[in-house]
């Protein structure tokens, strides 16, 4: 893929991701706390598909997505370790909340916390895109 199709996805990804965001905060504003911690994953997985994506790199599935993330970003030092565990933590409140009937409902602070961790993660994918002289 030419770099000038790779750049246009990238920002694609990360306008979802951005959108997601956004639809987060609302969200919890609204006291709507399990769908603030889906849309916060969402931003998450959007952007690491972004900076996957820089690399060359797709993955069809959630897992894959968060798997290359740790295994291509992470492991190799690109990305600090702390931004692979937000993405694991999402990934399984995400889960939690949307699948397992018997979880307990999520509260305001952690939804907070979770979207908080989202918008940190989408900022460091952008710092690491602009290093890279993927986005501007």
Known sequence: ??????RFLIE?????AHDDLIT??????????????NRAYYTVFHAA???????DIERAKHSGVQSAFGEF???SG???PEFGKIFIEIYKAREE??????????GPVDA??????????????????RDMGAIE
Not at 1 to 6: I, P, Q, Y
Not at 97 to 106: E, H, M, N, S, T
Not at 116 to 124: G, L, S, V, Y
Request: hydrophobic share 45%.
């Open 1 to 6: 893929m030419d770099n000038g199709t790779k």
């Open 12 to 16: 694609a990804r990360l306008e979802k």
């Open 24 to 37: 987060a905060n609302d969200m919890l504003a609204d006291d709507h706390f399990r769908g603030a911690i």
């Open 49 to 55: 598909s972004a900076a996957l994506l820089w690399l």
């Open 73 to 75: 970003l992470i492991k």
């Open 78 to 80: 690109i990305i600090e």
């Open 97 to 106: 909340q949307d699948y397992d009937l018997l979880a307990v409902p999520v």
């Open 112 to 129: 907070g916390q979770t979207v908080q961790n989202a918008d940190r993660f989408i900022k460091r994918v952008e710092s690491y895109l």
